[in-house]
């Protein structure tokens, strides 16, 4: 599977119901991490960099409003999208849920079809050329169904890890990007690369989109990584 496939974290305690969430989701073309209680979400959360979190209310320990409410308090976690799933389905719970950080509330027991969509919905807000988006930077236009990108209406001819950088340079423009952010979400937790291959990529990148003398829209921030513009 592509490294620049989302990854969702499931926060599930009971293993039947986490085993379900897990292999729909993997059919679905994510890749997917799981924790059994808050501790180890959090735990996850910070090393994983999740693109979306999956978080049952009813916990051992540490509930999932806590887990929900420790991720909002820290710069690292902040921006992660959070679904909170839970049993309560009373106004009163589904307030306190989204008022605590979540960005959605479904009610168990719940339709997995209207999950995945509500998955892929907050995804194309977050991560949308893994959604087959259209992304624009300047003259710079990638289409993430097509993997396509052109410069001024000629084409950029790209290999697929210069396409999955320039994809995650294009999500979030003015983001700095360490070399080993660029590590996990390129080339995946689970393959060792030295960080100096991102820089021989990087400039395979740039070479690729100044072919024909245009300016450079990558910036490099020594000591700390890249950003586009």
Same mark, same amino acid.
């Given at each position: 599977?592509?490294?620049?496939?989302?990854?969702?974290?499931?926060?599930?305690?009971?293993?039947?119901?986490?085993?379900?969430?897990?292999?729909?989701?993997?059919?679905? =073309?994510?890749?997917?991490?799981?924790?059994?209680? =808050?501790?180890? %979400?959090?735990?996850?959360? %910070?090393?994983?960099?999740?693109?979306?979190?999956?978080?049952?209310?009813?916990?051992?320990?540490?509930?999932?409003?806590?887990?929900?409410?420790?991720? +909002?308090?820290?710069?690292?976690?902040?921006?992660?999208?959070?679904?909170?799933?839970?049993?309560?389905?009373?106004?009163?719970?589904?307030?306190?849920?989204?008022?605590? =950080? %979540?960005?959605?509330?479904?009610?168990?027991?719940?339709?997995?079809?209207?999950?995945?969509?509500?998955?892929?919905?907050?995804?194309?807000?977050?991560?949308?050329?893994?959604? =087959?988006?259209?992304?624009?930077?300047?003259?710079?236009?990638?289409?993430?169904?097509?993997?396509?990108?052109?410069?001024?209406?000629?084409?950029?001819?790209?290999?697929?890890?210069?396409?999955?950088?320039?994809?995650?340079?294009?999500?979030?423009?003015?983001?700095?990007?360490? +070399?080993?952010?660029?590590?996990? +979400?390129?080339?995946?937790?689970?393959?060792?690369?030295?960080?100096?291959?991102?820089?021989?990529?990087?400039?395979?990148?740039?070479?690729?989109?100044?072919?024909?003398?245009?300016?450079?829209?990558? +910036?490099?921030?020594?000591?700390?990584?890249?950003?586009?513009?």
């Amino acid at each position: 599977m592509s490294a620049v496939e989302p990854c969702i974290l499931v926060v599930e305690d009971e293993p039947a119901q986490r085993e379900v969430l897990v292999y729909n989701l993997e059919a679905q =073309g994510f890749r997917v991490a799981a924790a059994e209680n =808050g501790d180890e %979400a959090l735990l996850l959360a %910070a090393e994983e960099n999740p693109d979306l979190i999956l978080l049952d209310w009813m916990l051992p320990e540490v509930s999932g409003i806590e887990v929900c409410r420790r991720l +909002r308090s820290r710069s690292e976690t902040r921006g992660i999208p959070v679904i909170m799933l839970s049993a309560r389905s009373e106004e009163v719970d589904r307030v306190r849920g989204l008022e605590t =950080g %979540a960005d959605d509330y479904i009610v168990k027991p719940f339709s997995l079809a209207e999950l995945i969509a509500r998955i892929k919905g907050l995804l194309r807000r977050t991560r949308p050329a893994s959604m =087959g988006a259209v992304l624009e930077f300047e003259d710079i236009r990638l289409d993430g169904e097509t993997h396509r990108v052109t410069r001024g209406g000629r084409q950029v001819q790209l290999g697929p890890t210069e396409f999955r950088l320039l994809s995650a340079l294009m999500e979030r423009p003015g983001r700095v990007w360490s +070399r080993e952010k660029l590590l996990d +979400r390129v080339w995946g937790r689970d393959i060792y690369v030295d960080t100096r291959t991102v820089d021989v990529h990087v400039g395979r990148l740039r070479k690729a989109l100044k072919a024909e003398g245009e300016e450079d829209p990558i +910036r490099t921030v020594r000591g700390a990584g890249y950003s586009l513009g």
